[in-house]
């Protein structure tokens, strides 16, 4: 009879375990987290196999099924034993990057890190480009007399579609005389695809690099763009022991429009669908805000789109899969799209820059949504305002 050596297996297991995977220990394999993850609607995943084999210290490794998690939380949510898969996926990718270089299997992803780790962005982009987006909007750069920061994220400041938001956001923030200010070239990426990709020493390092940067210029409140960046600084960056304020966007409209800062006042004659994010909604509870924002604008119809809430959908932008390239027939988006125009909509609006490229990308593949518009929520304000 052949013995099989055990030890290998149980390295894995237990580097899987030290790296933050230790909840694998708990799911009793009931199988309810593949009933609601998002790929099983595109494609086979088997979530709860690769948890098991994450015990047993055989994950397939050189899968691609590794790459495939979003970090939508539709799982953990779904769990009756609050298993915190996220971070068993994520232990299980620092296993492949363990010298902060991805696997060549995903080669999109390596050039963005490499870009990330050169540049502070995962644009390829230089740094001193980085303010490009509001040098027609007489935004000054942050200083020890200004009261609030805004930090729109690596893709609106880079990506030109994008770039729409964070200039509607600059425009609302001066129309309202907010004291505020940019940190332009001296920002860098908050880190939050790279920590999800596995890459925990480049996180580390970026992390550091922004607490450093706040510090020095005297920043108590951050506005952010992306839930990505809001989930980051406000839950994450908290392991460095600081303690920055942190507001998105929408949470920002919502306060300024119920004390009157903000007052819509153009009529937006159309139908809307809001989009939740995952990082805004199941990550940080942020549903009834954008809501009640596009209720306060004269003319808007507010509908409702499958999957909304605390059931929504995820775009397919999360857990760094932004970066990485999926298939036309497994694009979360696209079933998004579609379902926006089933409900009527003329605007499907989100307030998250990875849903807007998302659902942009898919508009121009599915029959019929030419004329449906993507917008942020901010760029309606703005226009309405």
């Given at each position: 009879?052949?013995?099989?050596?055990?030890?290998?297996?149980?390295?894995?297991?237990?580097?899987i375990k030290e790296t933050g995977g230790e909840a694998f220990k708990l799911c009793y394999q009931c199988g309810l987290c593949e009933t609601v993850c998002p790929w099983n609607n595109v494609r086979e995943f088997h979530i709860r196999k690769i948890i098991n084999q994450a015990k047993l210290g055989v994950v397939p490794l050189e899968s691609d099924d590794m790459w495939l998690c979003t970090t939508c939380r539709r799982c953990v949510q779904q769990c009756p034993r609050g298993v915190q898969i996220i971070d068993i996926m994520r232990a299980m990718r620092r296993l492949?990057?363990?010298?902060?270089?991805?696997?060549?299997?995903?080669?999109?992803?390596?050039?963005?890190?490499?870009?990330?780790?050169?540049?502070?962005?995962?644009?390829?982009?230089?740094?001193?480009?980085?303010?490009?987006?509001?040098?027609?909007?007489?935004?000054?750069?942050?200083?020890?007399?200004?009261?609030?920061?805004?930090?729109?994220?690596?893709?609106?400041?880079?990506?030109?579609?994008?770039?729409?938001?964070?200039?509607?956001?600059?425009?609302?923030?001066?129309?309202?005389?907010?004291?505020?200010?940019?940190?332009?070239?001296?920002?860098?990426?908050?880190?939050?695809?790279?920590?999800?990709?596995?890459?925990?020493?480049?996180?580390?390092?970026?992390?550091?690099?922004?607490?450093?940067?706040?510090?020095?210029?005297?920043?108590?409140?951050?506005?952010?763009?992306?839930?990505?960046?809001?989930?980051?600084?406000?839950?994450?960056?908290?392991?460095?022991?600081?303690?920055?304020?942190?507001?998105?966007?929408?949470?920002?409209?919502?306060?300024?429009?119920?004390?009157?800062?903000?007052?819509?006042?153009?009529?937006?004659?159309?139908?809307?669908?809001?989009?939740?994010?995952?990082?805004?909604?199941?990550?940080?509870?942020?549903?009834?805000?954008?809501?009640?924002?596009?209720?306060?604008?004269?003319?808007?119809?507010?509908?409702?789109?499958?999957?909304?809430?605390?059931?929504?959908?995820?775009?397919?932008?999360?857990?760094?899969?932004?970066?990485?390239?999926?298939?036309?027939?497994?694009?979360?988006?696209?079933?998004?799209?579609?379902?926006?125009?089933?409900?009527?909509?003329?605007?499907?609006?989100?307030?998250?820059?990875?849903?807007?490229?998302?659902?942009?990308?898919?508009?121009?593949?599915?029959?019929?949504?030419?004329?449906?518009?993507?917008?942020?929520?901010?760029?309606?304000?703005?226009?309405?305002?």
């Amino acid at each position: 009879m052949e013995t099989v050596a055990l030890a290998p297996y149980k390295a894995v297991a237990d580097a899987i375990k030290e790296t933050g995977g230790e909840a694998f220990k708990l799911c009793y394999q009931c199988g309810l987290c593949e009933t609601v993850c998002p790929w099983n609607n595109v494609r086979e995943f088997h979530i709860r196999k690769i948890i098991n084999q994450a015990k047993l210290g055989v994950v397939p490794l050189e899968s691609d099924d590794m790459w495939l998690c979003t970090t939508c939380r539709r799982c953990v949510q779904q769990c009756p034993r609050g298993v915190q898969i996220i971070d068993i996926m994520r232990a299980m990718r620092r296993l492949l990057v363990p010298d902060g270089v991805v696997p060549a299997s995903v080669p999109n992803l390596r050039g963005v890190m490499t870009s990330i780790a050169s540049e502070g962005n995962p644009w390829r982009q230089q740094a001193k480009d980085r303010a490009n987006w509001a040098k027609d909007l007489g935004i000054k750069e942050f200083d020890e007399n200004t009261q609030l920061l805004y930090f729109p994220c690596c893709t609106s400041a880079y990506d030109p579609r994008v770039q729409k938001a964070a200039q509607a956001t600059g425009k609302i923030l001066t129309g309202v005389g907010e004291n505020f200010g940019i940190l332009g070239p001296k920002e860098t990426c908050c880190g939050e695809s790279v920590r999800k990709a596995g890459n925990e020493d480049l996180f580390k390092r970026l992390a550091k690099e922004n607490i450093k940067t706040f510090i020095d210029s005297g920043v108590k409140k951050i506005v952010v763009s992306s839930p990505h960046c809001y989930h980051t600084f406000k839950n994450e960056y908290s392991e460095f022991k600081v303690n920055f304020e942190v507001v998105h966007t929408t949470e920002y409209l919502y306060e300024k429009i119920n004390n009157g800062k903000i007052r819509p006042t153009k009529e937006y004659k159309k139908t809307v669908a809001y989009h939740d994010p995952c990082y805004l909604g199941r990550h940080n509870n942020i549903y009834d805000q954008p809501r009640e924002i596009l209720k306060s604008i004269p003319g808007v119809k507010l509908v409702e789109i499958a999957e909304n809430r605390e059931s929504s959908l995820c775009c397919g932008g999360g857990g760094a899969r932004i970066w990485m390239e999926t298939p036309r027939n497994e694009r979360f988006s696209d079933i998004r799209v579609k379902q926006a125009l089933e409900a009527g909509a003329d605007v499907l609006v989100t307030a998250c820059p990875y849903c807007i490229m998302n659902f942009e990308d898919s508009k121009l593949n599915i029959p019929g949504a030419e004329g449906l518009e993507i917008k942020d929520i901010t760029e309606i304000v703005q226009e309405t305002t």
